[in-house]
């Protein structure tokens, strides 16, 4: 009876609180620990400066911290995000002798995870992920995000093939080195691998073909070499696949063709070759092909462009093609950019490019075009320098048609050297 009385008496008592007071509210239900996890967690990273227990008494409630976001589980705050860096102006902005904490790894809860512009002193102060501790966020951990640090070095910790919850690990613009972790093959819900403007070496390992839950995998911008894995046909549920600026050579694998939903493929600035293979045809979701500044080499001619009704951005400049650009590529009804620049095109070009609805941008400059151009002058009004036909030295225009303000750019009049066939 006097233990009712008494709890009678607190929950009038916070009501009064609750009502009038705002002397007194540290109240909000939230483990001590967890609250000293968090506050030496983001002390690590923002420096000794930073007093939490002082600043945000009360963190998941009244005096919430900008980065940090909460949840109730069993009647308690728990922390489920947390963002270091200068996202917004009172964000959390990083210390120069920054340093992970291993309290980090106490919160129970923690969902996501998120450094921005954070480990930047890479002379003075560079740093390595911390190796372990990982292991006790493997049961909540569903995004892990390190974003243009570039003091942030050395290898990604073995430790993160035991993240099984993650959907999403993107590290960015970071000065990380090493190979591809080839244990991150294991985390099976993983929607989103990015791991783009590191320094990573090595293959791309074969059993990256095992993520089938894979919507995205961009790897661009690292010095990973050898050939596609085959396996990555596997990977079916991708929509998007960049694998742009490496050293990667090699034929295009006709398993690429089984991405059958793929709407992106960026292998721009590698070292592929061996021609474009057949199989890219019956890529049909594909809306961007990019694959400039590659030796592919063999002739645009003979690879089916219609079937790919979806293109929107069709890039193979700088890729060594030959013959001559095929009346199929107008039927691409969709296609806002075509480019073609810096090959060894040849033949007359024909006028249907013009007829494409959507078109905003054509290049061809750079090739051995030959003949008159036979657009009208409104196209050549509407795309400017976008339509690029210069360094085509056996190239001209009827000059008698032309207003100044309608001629195409760096392209000779008649009768120049070309022959008006
Ligand atoms: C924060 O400040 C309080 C008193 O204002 C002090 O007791 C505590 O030790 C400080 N914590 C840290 C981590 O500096
Ligand atoms: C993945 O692809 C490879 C090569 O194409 C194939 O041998 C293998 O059976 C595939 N694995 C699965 C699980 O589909
Ligand atoms: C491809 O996309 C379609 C339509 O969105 C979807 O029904 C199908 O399941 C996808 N295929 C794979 C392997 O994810
Ligand atoms: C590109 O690949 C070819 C073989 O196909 C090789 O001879 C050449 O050295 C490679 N170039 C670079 C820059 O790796
Ligand atoms: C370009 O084509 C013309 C005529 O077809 C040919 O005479 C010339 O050798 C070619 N130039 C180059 C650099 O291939």
């Known amino acids: 009876m006097k233990r009712f009385v008494l709890v009678l008496l607190l929950v009038l008592c916070l009501c009064v609180i609750w009502c009038y007071g705002e002397d007194d509210m540290d109240v909000t239900p939230m483990e001590q620990a967890e609250k000293e996890a968090l506050y030496s967690a983001i002390q690590g990273f923002v420096g000794n400066w930073w007093n939490g227990s002082d600043l945000y008494p009360d963190p998941c409630g009244w005096t919430p911290i900008e980065g940090v976001s909460c949840d109730i589980y069993g009647g308690l705050w728990y922390v489920t995000a947390l963002s270091i860096g200068p996202i917004h102006d009172n964000s959390l902005g990083c210390a120069k002798n920054v340093e992970f904490r291993p309290q980090l790894f106490e919160l129970k809860h923690l969902k996501s995870l998120s450094f921005f ?7 003075q102060h560079p740093i390595s992920i911390l190796e372990n501790g990982w292991e006790k966020l493997s049961g909540t951990l569903e995004s892990l995000e390190f974003r243009s640090n570039p003091g942030l070095i050395g290898q990604v910790p073995t430790s993160y093939g035991g993240l099984m919850k993650l959907q999403s690990l993107v590290l ?19 929607k989103r691998l990015v791991i783009s403007g590191n320094w990573f070496t090595g293959h791309i390992p074969d059993m990256f073909g095992q993520i089938t839950e894979l919507l995205i995998l961009d790897l661009s911008r690292n010095l990973l070499s050898g050939s596609l894995p085959l396996t990555l046909g596997n990977l079916t549920s991708l929509l998007k696949l960049d694998l742009s600026n ?8 006709k398993e690429i063709g089984y991405l059958k939903n793929l709407t992106l493929l960026d292998l721009r600035g590698n070292n592929f070759s061996g021609g474009l293979t057949k199989s890219l045809e019956e890529m049909y979701s594909l809306e961007e092909m990019v694959l400039a500044n590659n ?7 003979s690879f089916e462009w219609r079937k790919l009704q979806n293109l929107i951005i069709l890039d193979l400049s700088s890729t060594d093609l030959v013959g001559e650009i095929p009346e199929s590529i107008a039927e691409l009804k969709r296609l806002r950019f075509l480019g073609l620049s810096d090959n060894k095109l040849t033949g007359n070009l024909t006028p249907k490019l013009a007829t494409m609805p959507c078109v905003n941008a054509i290049y061809l400059n750079g090739n051995n075009l030959t003949g008159v151009l036979k657009f009208t002058e409104l196209f050549y009004g509407k795309l400017g320098r976008r339509f690029g036909a210069w360094n085509n030295p056996n190239l001209c225009y009827p000059f008698v048609l032309m207003s100044t303000s309608h001629i195409p750019y760096g392209v000779k009049p008649l009768p120049g050297r070309c022959h008006a066939a």
Do not use: K
Not at 172 to 190: C, F, H, K, S
């Open 117 to 123: 512009n954070c480990f930047t002193s890479s002379h």
């Open 295 to 301: 030796p592919i080499g063999g002739d645009i001619v």
């Open 172 to 190: 960015i613009a970071n000065g990380l080195t090493g190979e591809l972790p080839r244990n991150i093959a294991n985390l099976n819900n993983l």
């Open 246 to 253: 490496n050293q990667l050579e090699g034929e295009l694998p």
